[in-house]
Nanobody, 111 residues
Framework: QVQLVESGGGLVQPGESLRLSCVASEFAISTAFMSWYRQRPGKERELVAGRAGANYTDSVKGRFTMSRDDAKKTVYLQMINLEPEDTAVYYC????????WGQGTQVTVAS
């Protein structure tokens, strides 16, 4: 059973930055198959950064960067120039919608 644990969320002001982390419990997995999703208030869950950062949703391009450290089984989501519309619970995912999910970390962007 793969367990994913996110951290790094919080309350920031518009224009500030945050870095999220997600650590996988299972040593055998590859971080190449990990992604970041988010669920904004009143919205469905959406893909933010997929396939270990190979693609990004349009609204975050140029502001969010996904990186990974396979030796540590950890992926990161560096978020800069945050906007109120980025307020959401951010989830780490392994192996797609039918795969494994973390518990989520709240990011709130407000002045």
């Amino acid at each position: 059973q793969v367990q994913l644990v996110e951290s790094g969320g919080g309350l920031v002001q518009p224009g500030e930055s945050l870095r999220l982390s997600c650590v996988a419990s299972e040593f055998a997995i590859s971080t190449a198959f990990m992604s970041w999703y988010r669920q904004r208030p009143g919205k469905e869950r959406e893909l933010v950064a997929g396939r270990a950062g190979a693609n990004y949703t349009d609204s975050v391009k140029g502001r969010f960067t996904m990186s990974r450290d396979d030796a540590k089984k950890t992926v990161y989501l560096q978020m800069i120039n945050l906007e109120p519309e980025d307020t959401a619970v951010y989830y780490c995912n392994y192996r797609g919608l039918s795969g494994y999910w973390g518990q989520g970390t709240q990011v709130t962007v407000a002045s």
